[in-house]
């Protein structure tokens, strides 16, 4: 039996929709194991960006370190959306946290022996790339079978407000422990939290889980390149995903460059430490959360929201790039926050309700390649030019080109009359490698 049948009927009328995904056993585990583990997430973010900035002293540094983390997913993003059409998401994703929590412990202890140095960072950053590159679709592409298509607005809100929730509260913690303690706690204890999520996984039921069609293994290169030309292909034909690949694409890799523009921000033009840093972050994670908990309470995700998120973010990093006082900064980083995730919750929503579930993990591979995989060619540059010229340059120039590709987004989408996100096109004929019904997990 699928875990659709087995499922209780749309949330009563009056109750806030943002609540509905909640309903569903297996996606508490999952959420409230995302909940202590992303907290941990954030804290080694914060935490590995103060080490580089403080061996190096040069924020090109944190430019090269996220283009390190980041590469991987460029490359081999699109293959881990076959993984996630192939293998069964739940093992995939026990397998990629376990790994994550190896290379977290793995930090620490360099941190912990004081032999840490900016090769280490680089080599461990790129494995935990690798890792992501088959975790990001997966995990992406697993939320509709926990929660079916009624309930998948909901859940992508919730997902993207657990994780924003933990960036107010992960900075905040990880900047107080870099003064109290040093920085080996913050890796040593976002280690730890990977249990939560293991755990969550581990206790989810088999049975509850929606049975989705799931893409045969490919027998060679030609049946890989094909199933990789099907995902390429639905992105390119259908508009809205189209314009959330594009757009996001294009926004992220100029204005979303935090981990680097972050720790130079604080430290050179604002002059404030780690634990000031950690709540500027902070505040853009409390305007990324306020975001998500709007943005979750909508039954349908309009394109207009995209493009206007992208057209905010531009807008305040501009400003952002005039600012000398600390207060201005931590309510600019609450828009940029507010404006980023709108945008990309908006974006992730639509391309889960308009794609069919045998191109799920393959159309979401090529979103999160564009997205993750923009750090590589983004980070540098914004890192390059925040030393070569200030970090006001590298702020208005990343918030200038934002605002150009969302004015253009805009037009487009007027003259399209794409005003609400289509439902998935039934499932075409599947080429060589095509889908069959999911094995038993």
């Known amino acids: ?13 009056g109750r806030l929709r943002w609540r509905g995904a909640l309903r569903h056993r297996n996606f508490r585990l999952f959420w409230f194991g995302q909940m202590v583990s992303l907290i941990g997430t954030w804290m080694q973010s914060l935490a590995q960006a103060w080490l580089v900035l403080t061996l190096t002293g040069a924020p090109i540094w944190l430019g090269v370190v996220a283009a390190a983390q980041f590469l991987p997913v460029l490359v081999l ?36 022996a004081n032999v840490v140095q900016v090769w280490h960072i680089l080599v461990l950053a790129s494995l935990l790339g690798l890792v992501n590159a088959i975790d990001m679709p997966t995990r992406q592409a697993f939320v509709v079978e926990m929660v079916g298509r009624d309930d998948i607005t909901n859940a992508v809100g919730l997902n993207s407000a657990v994780f924003n929730a933990a960036r107010i509260v992960g900075p905040a913690v990880g900047g107080l422990l870099i003064g109290a303690f040093d920085l080996a706690a ?95 972050m902070a505040s853009m994670g409390l305007g990324s959360l306020t975001a998500a908990l709007l943005i979750a309470a909508l039954r349908r995700p309009r394109p207009w929201i995209i493009v206007g998120g992208a057209l905010l973010l531009g807008i ?31 974006a992730n929503t639509a391309i889960q309700l ?40 590298a702020l208005v120039t990343g918030g200038a080109i934002a605002i150009v590709a969302a004015v253009f987004a805009g037009i487009w989408l007027r003259r399209g009359g794409l005003e609400a996100v289509p439902p998935a096109a039934a499932p075409a004929p599947t080429p060589a490698g095509g889908g069959e019904p999911a094995a038993a997990r």
């Open 186 to 280: 913050s890796f040593f204890l976002n280690g730890l939290s990977f249990i939560a999520v293991i755990a969550g996984l581990a206790l989810m039921r088999d049975a509850e889980l929606l049975s989705v069609g799931r893409m045969a293994r490919p027998t060679g290169v030609r049946d890989v390149m094909a199933n990789l030309a099907e995902g390429l292909r639905y992105v390119g034909r259908t508009p809205v995903v189209r314009l959330a690949v594009v757009l996001v694409g294009v926004v992220a890799t100029v204005g979303m460059n935090f981990n680097v523009i972050g720790p130079a921000l604080a430290k050179t033009v604002l002059g404030v430490g780690a634990t000031g840093l950690g709540f500027l």
């Open 77 to 112: 993003g699109l293959f881990g959306g076959i993984i996630a059409d192939v293998l069964p998401k739940r093992r995939t994703l026990i397998a990629t946290q376990v790994a994550s929590m190896l290379l977290a412990f793995a930090m620490a202890a360099l941190v912990f």
């Open 316 to 346: 305040v990093e501009v400003a952002l790039g005039g600012v000398r006082s600390y207060p201005f900064a931590l309510g600019a980083m609450f828009l940029a926050g507010f404006g980023a995730i709108a945008m990309m919750i908006s």
């Open 1 to 13: 039996m699928s875990g659709l049948s087995r499922r209780e009927g749309p949330p009563p009328r």
């Open 354 to 393: 308009a794609v069919p579930d045998r191109l799920r993990g393959r159309v979401i591979g090529v979103y999160t390649t564009v997205f993750a995989g923009s750090t590589p060619i983004g980070a540098p540059i914004v890192g390059w030019l925040a030393s070569a010229f200030s970090t006001e340059v």
